[in-house]
């Protein structure tokens, strides 16, 4: 390739695509920069972006035109060429010139670095906006919400102080606590995602990389879209055997796992999805683990699981007798498991499971409306209540390392209507809205469940640590359950199961 023989006219060429390219990249810069509402900000990002992408183009460029006119007749022609791609590294760029591949060439490089430029430079912005706008929002949303701690380091006057922002991503910010925890966040969350136009997530102290909290430092995860309201079962995907996806959070999927847990609490108002997120939680359990047995136990008439007794290890109670006979069952099942245990080095079945490769499947009992369940006795026998009530009491403090577990499921969960030794071993809790702050309190020890949104499906989950996540549960209708359930591959026959619907089956004929 010969540059210097270039004409003059097809150098002149040269320049409208590269104006084109520059105005192009302005364009998109301005468009980027549009979005955001304020103006001293814009200008404050767009000085910073100018001093990081275009100095270097501009002092570059500035000397190339120079030495483009300066040898306007018969120069080194070439050096128009990299005004297509900026101030990327050269040496790439200049030997191309001449022929009608080289040319195109250049011009797909320019595009390119046009697009990769804007893509940056709309890193940039966001960045830099995003810092500047979240600072500014969270200072005025403390302030409006009183998120402030006084000091009276000079006696006549009083300080306001409030937690500074130290740092931003595009999904958290780290803010310095003086003086607030997060659970006062956490209380006054929905009143400062309101003030603050964005959704706080999670608030808890910031980890160090290796594992332990910083002591002063809060992160809050935020994003600018709330939740989803609506998160069908079908598009949840299946987690590995014992766990299920309790719901979708700001952060992802959230997975609750039977081994983990000690037992789970559910509790919300009239309406609020408690039972849509038992259907959910039975029909993946019955998918990711077939083996294992569930007993529902409803004393609302059986309406909500009756229809899961076709499909899988599930066995449905609904009055005291029955509900007696299969814990009297699953008692004695606790006992034989027990005995296995102690014969081997495990602690629980899950390591039997490990260690000797012997599989026990987990048992989950699951009491939708406890209050129907502890409290309406309807004329039923005294020592038939008390066996009812005392397995589950027993299984409650022993149950979890014999792999069997409890679910309890009820609107409020006071004393008079869960037992206080049984309320104490559910360790997980799941609490849809409420609106008495007590019962919020009551259960996951903040108010916090009051201010949830109203939107069935909306619901905290509060871990054995204490910490509150704020997740949407999947929906499945019971049509939908039936068709998960019938396509999954089928679950051995499993003798404890049989004789669970021996005894119910008995017990129904006999009423
Ligand atoms: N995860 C969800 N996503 C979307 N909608 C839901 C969800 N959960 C529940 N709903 C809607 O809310 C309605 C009530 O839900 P559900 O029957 O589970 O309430 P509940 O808390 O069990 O009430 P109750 O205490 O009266 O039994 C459902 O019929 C459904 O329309
Ligand atoms: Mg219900």
Redesign the pocket.
């Known amino acids: 390739m010969n540059s210097n023989k270039m004409s003059g006219g097809r150098r002149r060429n040269l320049l409208l695509p590269y104006f084109i390219v520059h105005l192009a990249r302005f364009l998109l810069a301005y468009q980027a920069l549009r979005t955001y509402d304020r103006v001293k900000i814009v200008g404050r990002v767009l000085f910073k972006w100018l001093v990081v992408f275009y100095v270097p183009v501009y002092v570059w460029l500035a000397s190339n035109l120079l030495k483009f006119f300066w040898n306007w007749d018969g120069g080194p022609a070439e050096s128009v060429l990299p005004f297509f791609v900026g101030w990327i590294p050269l040496p790439f760029f200049h030997p191309i010139s001449g022929s009608v591949l080289g040319w195109l060439l250049c011009g797909l490089v320019g595009v390119a670095w046009l697009l990769v430029s804007s893509a940056l430079l709309n890193v940039v912005v966001e960045r830099g906006v995003a810092f500047e706008r979240l600072e500014e929002k969270w200072r005025r949303a403390c302030l409006h919400v009183g998120l402030v701690t006084s000091t009276n380091l000079i006696p006549q006057e009083e300080v306001k102080e409030f937690p500074p922002v130290i740092s931003v991503t595009p999904n958290s910010f780290v803010v310095q606590s003086k003086g607030v925890t997060p659970e006062m966040i956490q209380e006054k969350r929905t009143e400062l995602s309101a003030a603050m136009g964005l959704f706080l997530g999670d608030v808890g102290f910031l980890k160090q990389p290796d594992g332990a909290t910083h002591a002063d430092l809060l992160e809050l995860t935020y994003s600018w879209h709330d939740l989803p309201?609506?998160?069908p079962l079908r598009n949840v995907p299946v987690a590995e055997s014992g766990k299920v996806v309790a719901g979708l959070s700001m952060q992802g999927w959230q997975w609750l796992s039977f081994e983990e847990m000690v037992h789970l609490g559910v509790s919300?108002?009239?309406?609020?999805?408690?039972?849509?997120?038992l259907r959910s939680l039975i029909t993946q359990l019955l998918v990711t683990e077939p083996e294992a047995v569930v007993v529902g136990i409803d004393f609302k008439g059986g309406a909500e699981f009756a229809f899961f007794e076709n499909l899988g290890n599930f066995v449905c109670v609904d009055e005291y007798e029955s509900a007696g006979a299969v814990l009297r069952l699953v008692f004695a099942e606790y006992q034989r498991r027990v005995a296995l245990i102690r014969g081997s080095e495990c602690d629980s079945i899950y390591q039997l499971r490990l260690s000797q490769g012997l599989y026990l499947p987990p048992v989950v009992i699951i009491i939708d409306?406890a209050a129907e369940f502890w409290q309406s006795d309807k004329g039923t026998a005294r020592v038939v209540l008390a066996e009812a009530f005392g397995f589950i009491d027993k299984l409650a403090r022993l149950g979890r390392f014999a792999g069997i577990h409890l679910v309890v499921c009820t609107?409020r969960a006071s004393a008079d209507v869960i037992p206080t030794q049984v309320r104490s071993m559910l360790t997980t809790r799941v609490i849809?809205k409420v609106s008495q702050k007590e019962d919020s309190i009551m259960f996951v020890g903040t108010a916090a469940a009051t201010k949830l949104r109203k939107i069935?499906?909306r619901f905290y989950l509060r871990a054995p640590d204490g910490n509150l996540k704020e997740l949407?549960?999947?929906?499945v209708t019971k049509a939908e359950a039936k068709e998960i359930l019938l396509r999954r591959p089928h679950a051995a026959p499993n003798g404890l199961m049989e004789s669970f619907r021996e005894k119910v089956w008995h017990n129904r004929l006999a009423a």
């Open positions: 309201a609506m998160v919300g108002e009239s309406g609020s999805g408690k039972s849509v997120f409306e609107q849809f069935p499906g949407q549960a999947p929906y």
